[in-house]
């Protein structure tokens, strides 16, 4: 069980720190510098939505390349 915690932790960390660059370059390039609270706040959610959404993918995406990396080594 602390194998499976130790892998959801890094596949996490892993998700979080790409999506966090990912929301950095959104913020950068697309949604710079908002004139009102309204574009703020709507910037914030649409890259907060979009990274999590990429987080998300990312990390099932590294659990599958993983699980089937286990299970095709216990068939060898």
């Known amino acids: 069980m602390k194998a ?3 892998a959801a932790a ?6 979080g720190i ?3 660059i990912i929301s950095a370059l959104l913020n950068y390039y697309l ?4 004139n009102t609270a309204l574009d703020n706040a709507m ?7 979009f990274c999590g959404f990429i987080s998300c993918v990312i990390g099932i995406l590294i659990y599958a ?4 990396s286990q299970k095709n080594k ?3």
Do not use: E, R, Y
């Open 4 to 6: 499976v915690i130790g």
């Open 10 to 15: 890094t596949n996490g960390l892993i998700g």
């Open 18 to 20: 790409l999506s966090g």
């Open 31 to 34: 949604l710079p510098f908002p």
């Open 43 to 49: 910037g914030h959610g649409f890259g907060g939505f």
């Open 65 to 68: 390349s993983q699980h089937d």
């Open 74 to 76: 216990g068939a060898l």
